[in-house]
């Protein structure tokens, strides 16, 4: 292994190799920095324990890395250590007993708190909890993390299979979420020494596969689904009262009960359709990030980070047409005021909205998918509708590709032609 000069320059100026490399610094015996394949670096220090010598066999634990520690902060955390081993200290041994102490909950909570709260999305952190405590605690959780098996893992996904069974729900999609955040728990773990490296037990158990919810509206549907959304902004929407309720005979006469959505509800839902963007990149749309001259939203967070939006002339006719109330495209409840929020939900208007295009069985992501089945079968290709829906992967929006049926429908009717050909019809 190399020995070096370990600085901030000859640090940045390392190369990963095929394989882990270490390089030991110059003045401190048994410092250095691990370098992975993987371009991931680590402080580490190197010692022998109780009296030293040859035979004692060395111990390593990790003091950091150059994101947590620079070359001179490491080298003085290693020179301290020294001294400790020196006074009979054991600081890995330390490290390996109180790892193998903490139960699976007491890491998954840390998990939680010292990376989950900072380094994803409010939504994802509540997703996150939930399994923690309602799956992963109750199955495992009191097991020491460093004790817990590949059967163990399994042993879990079951239990949530079962118990969703019951029921009326497979849980396969709930066991293989659970199993995801274990395993990224226990590769966190693993990076902080709170589990021996390399234990990660969910990496042998073999996840569900899924049958990934698509729903695209047909053209009737698409057609259907507009003239509802006319009558909501317009004359309203008819809507039933249930008249063995005492209230009901203070209701409107049946001609006159219909309830008129106002132009934000359903603006949103035209421009879920017209962008293929998420639901809260909408509801969450500031009018800052609309720029109608360009022809595009600037979003500043979305689920894969900034994001930009280009919108067609339809969406832009419907962005122009909205009153501006407040800071929010879509203003809720609380619009113009201090303390002004983004529109919770649209579930009541998209409901209602279903209800009366007689569509079954759409959800509003449903959306998103049509506006990508739409392009794909206009041909667009999939690398144009990947970037249209801020794919980041390919293999994201390949999920599309069996819309794509054009050219095999040419294909089969020139098959087709020459066989009925052969056998003498026309």
């Known amino acids: 292994m190399p020995t070096i000069k370990l600085t901030r320059k000859a640090v940045s100026a390392i190369e990963p190799a095929e394989k882990p490399v270490i390089y030991y610094d110059e003045s401190v015996r048994g410092f250095g920095l691990k370098v992975m394949p993987s371009g991931a670096q680590s402080w580490i220090l190197e010692y022998r324990p109780g009296a030293g010598g040859r035979g004692v066999a060395k111990k390593r634990i990790k003091i950091g890395t150059p994101a947590t520690h620079s070359p001179e902060a490491a080298r003085d955390e290693a020179t301290r250590t020294l001294a400790r081993v020196t006074l009979g200290a054991d600081p890995a041994g330390a490290r390996s007993a109180e790892r193998a102490s903490l139960t699976l909950a007491e890491v998954v909570d840390a998990y939680l708190r010292d990376h989950v709260a900072s380094k994803r999305k409010p939504k994802t952190q509540t997703e996150y909890g939930i399994v923690v405590e309602k799956h992963i605690k109750p199955a495992i959780g009191s097991m020491r993390a460093s004790a817990v098996t590949p059967a ?26 659970a199993l995801a955040v274990l395993s990224a728990a226990f590769n966190w773990a693993q990076g902080v020494g709170l589990v021996p490296d390399g234990h990660n037990p969910t990496k042998r158990v073999e996840r569900f596969r899924e049958n990934k919810k698509e729903r695209f509206l047909t053209a009737a549907e698409l057609s259907a689904l507009g003239d509802a959304l006319n009558e909501a902004e317009t004359i309203g929407l008819p809507y039933e009262v249930d008249v063995n309720k005492a209230k009901a005979r203070n209701a409107p006469k049946p001609e006159n009960r219909r309830t008129v959505y106002g132009p934000h509800a359903v603006a949103a839902i035209r421009l879920l359709l017209l962008t293929g963007a998420r639901r809260r990149e909408i509801l969450d749309l500031r009018w800052t990030e609309v720029d109608l001259e360009r022809g595009v939203l600037f979003l500043g967070d979305s689920k894969t980070g900034k994001k930009t939006v280009v919108l067609s002339a339809a969406a832009i006719a419907v962005l122009e047409g909205l009153p501006r109330i407040g ?7 609380s619009a113009g005021t201090e303390d002004e929020k983004p529109r919770a939900d649209l579930n009541k208007p998209w409901e209602a909205v279903l209800k009366r295009a007689g569509i079954e069985g759409a959800r509003l992501h449903d959306l998103r998918h049509s506006f990508a089945s739409v392009g794909v079968g206009g041909n667009l290709g999939l690398p144009i509708i990947g970037r249209l829906l801020g794919h980041t992967q390919a293999a994201t929006t390949q999920r599309y590709a069996h819309l ?12 087709g032609n020459k066989i009925i050909s052969a056998m003498g019809r026309k």
């Open 152 to 177: 163990d893992v399994a042993r879990l996904q079951s239990g949530i299979v079962r118990g969703k069974r019951r029921n009326g729900n497979s849980g396969k999609t709930t066991a293989n979420r």
């Open 327 to 333: 800071k929010y495209v879509i203003a809720g409840s």
């Open 404 to 415: 794509d049926v054009d050219p095999l429908k040419r294909a089969a009717d020139e098959i």
